[in-house]
């Protein structure tokens, strides 16, 4: 009768520890919105601004752009971004497995080919509506962006569009490519190593998110009045 105490007493014991230290994976509740499918972005000739646009797009329960929000202006450049993000589509944001509203946001950089590589002026933050301020998820923000470098010797020009995944801490991590341009692609995911984020938010609690980061490489067009 002992030995079978003793028995019942090493098996329980031997649960317990196992029950401590295998820890089921626990997926996190709030899964953001995905970047389905873009299009490319084309520059008007009589534009020769540069610079990054930052918009917010509202995507609905469905995945439809609802609206979308700028939070950095750049005048010529940014109902050109606004116009492609209206037009590109997403799968919604998740909460415990449900669909819900959610916010997706989408930088545009124009790049000349004439220009070097270095930091993007970023103009200051444009306030969010009232309806944005109430929303439970606050998408990351952009805080320091950089030109990609424009490959020697290539003619190519036309938008590379990648879909990052940041951390919690604001992190860039996966980089997907959405749309692809030979020779382009890998100086502008070389340049997403230089962008600085500010991490997004769920209920004022930092959550792991994604930003889409469309670069447009143009050709360089001269005008008496700017230089290009």
């Given at each position: ?11 329980g014991s ?8 295998v820890t ?156 692809d341009i ?47």
């Amino acid at each position: 009768m002992k030995r079978l105490l003793l028995a019942m007493m090493v098996l329980g014991s031997a649960h317990a520890l196992t029950a401590q230290t295998v820890t089921p994976e626990v997926k996190p509740r709030f899964q953001p919105a995905e970047t389905l499918s873009v299009t490319d972005i084309t520059l008007p000739i009589p534009c020769a601004e540069i610079g990054t646009v930052v918009l917010d797009a509202l995507i609905t329960e469905s995945g439809e752009v609802q609206k979308v929000e700028v939070r950095r202006d750049s005048p010529c450049l940014t109902q050109i971004a606004v116009h492609a993000a209206e037009d590109w589509k997403f799968s919604p944001a998740t909460l415990a497995g449900k669909a819900i509203a959610s916010r997706m946001p989408v930088a545009v950089t124009f790049r000349p080919s004439s220009r070097l590589a270095a930091a993007v002026p970023l103009p200051p933050l444009i306030p969010q509506s009232e309806e944005a301020i109430q929303a439970e998820f606050q998408p990351a923000v952009v805080i320091r962006a950089t030109f990609p470098n424009y490959p020697d010797e290539t003619v190519a020009i036309g938008t590379v569009v990648l879909e990052a995944t940041l951390s919690a801490a604001g992190k860039g991590g996966e980089i997907k490519v959405l749309r692809d341009i030979p020779l382009l692609t890998e100086e502008a995911k070389a340049a997403v190593g230089d962008w600085r984020f500010m991490p997004a938010t769920f209920n004022g609690n930092p959550v792991r998110s994604k930003i889409v980061l469309a670069f447009v490489f143009q050709a360089v067009f001269f005008y008496p009045s700017t230089g290009y």
